[in-house]
């Protein structure tokens, strides 16, 4: 039987850390990304501040390597967009 390394047991404590710590940024990366969606579909006073908001943990996300910094790219060009477009 194959003898198990501490350096093993550590990597698996630590990678399920982090790997709940990612998720819940994530969960919170879209509930905030839908909040402020959901406020420029309903064409709400309080969407301009949402969207810096969103804006600003999806940086951090992408900072953090959380999520790629492309997807983030993308994520705030189409959310500038369609608050553009429902300004307009």
């Given at each position: 039987?194959?003898?198990?390394?501490?350096?093993?047991?550590?990597?698996?404590?630590?990678?399920?850390?982090?790997k709940a710590?990612?998720?819940?940024?994530?969960?919170?990366?879209?509930k905030v990304?839908?909040?402020?969606?959901?406020?420029?579909?309903?064409?709400?006073?309080?969407?301009?501040?949402?969207?810096?908001?969103?804006?600003?943990?999806?940086?951090?996300?992408?900072?953090?390597?959380?999520?790629?910094?492309?997807?983030?790219?993308?994520?705030?060009?189409?959310?500038?967009?369609?608050?553009?477009?429902?300004?307009?």
């Amino acid at each position: 039987m194959a003898q198990r390394l501490k350096s093993g047991k550590k990597r698996v404590r630590s990678s399920k850390k982090r790997k709940a710590r990612n998720l819940e940024a994530k969960l919170a990366l879209k509930k905030v990304f839908k909040a402020a969606e959901k406020a420029i579909v309903s064409k709400l006073a309080e969407a301009d501040s949402l969207i810096k908001k969103a804006i600003s943990i999806l940086d951090k996300a992408a900072e953090r390597g959380i999520v790629h910094k492309n997807k983030v790219a993308r994520k705030k060009s189409r959310l500038q967009r369609k608050y553009n477009k429902s300004k307009a």
